[in-house]
């Protein structure tokens, strides 16, 4: 008898770790719960101009901002209605829009259950890699949950340079999971929503998100003398180099998961390259990976119009006019897909 006690006793540090961390966590999710969703800045709006209008969507543009810079919507439908197969698109791309970010959106586009949901044009990013800067920034924080989480840490090992960087590589993305999962980074934006939901700020970025269907426009040219020379050296340089390089073969298994997202929601997936200069690799996908329609138009030979001086923004965006070109070339892309041809 008295041994069994002192198991007893020996174990109930043990226990009370464990209730407490039961309870915390129970705690933590029921504010989450009961709170607004935390604001993400041109993601909120995104999703809540989206979702109001979910069911008269049957395309939508998923990528970073060479996407929200690059393709108008309202031209987009515009172009493919003359040509007789209308559409009614939407601009899902933001900055910097990361692999496990994307594959967070996918998920949160297909719980909302949109009815006429066709078409997922996706910009095929491979990224993963966090700046220490920006931990606990809330929007790196809000998409870390499980499955999201673990394609970072498969990304971030694969993208890192040597042995040496895999695990602060990996360790970044778990930190902003467990922040993710303890309210941590997205506190304050708990707390404020309840109070500045409708500011003038906020408001102003929702009418431009409605107004333009998610596009950002961006008017005007900002080289000067020596960076217009610098980029059309550059220019130059990525003609000879493009699509020498071939992905990855693990990082080409992590878009794949994007396409079966994608299947998953009973949308065909299309990977539209943007014209910029960062990623002329080959993209081989997994022989069991879902069927994907692939257009690219950072071909420079084929599209020297999208990569001329005066249709550019800077060197990795596109102004209104060359947006306008970007658009229609995707737009013709779109339409020999849908019609049946092959344009890969």
Known sequence: MHSTSQKTQAFRPFLLILCFLISFLVSVNGIRWLTPEPYIRFFSERLTVFESQKDEYN?????????RSGIDPLLFDRLTAEAGYPCKSFNFSMRGIQLPEMLHLLRRIRTLRPADLKWVVLEPRTWTYIRTVNIKHRRLVYFHDVPSTLMALRGAYHQAKSRADRFPACRIHLQQFGYRLTNQGLARSLITNLYHGNSPARAELLQQVVTHQGYNPRKGCTFNLANSRFYEENVQTFASNYRKSPLKPELAELL?????????????????FPPIMGSPYELELPADSPAVDIVRLDDVERYPELFALENRWDMEHMNTIGAELTTTAAAEAFLGIANGKDER
Do not use: Q, T, W, Y
């Open 59 to 67: 395309l939508v543009f998923i990528g970073s901002s060479h996407l």
């Open 256 to 272: 794949a998961r994007l396409l079966c997202e994608i299947e998953a929601m009973g949308a065909k997936p299309i990977f539209l």
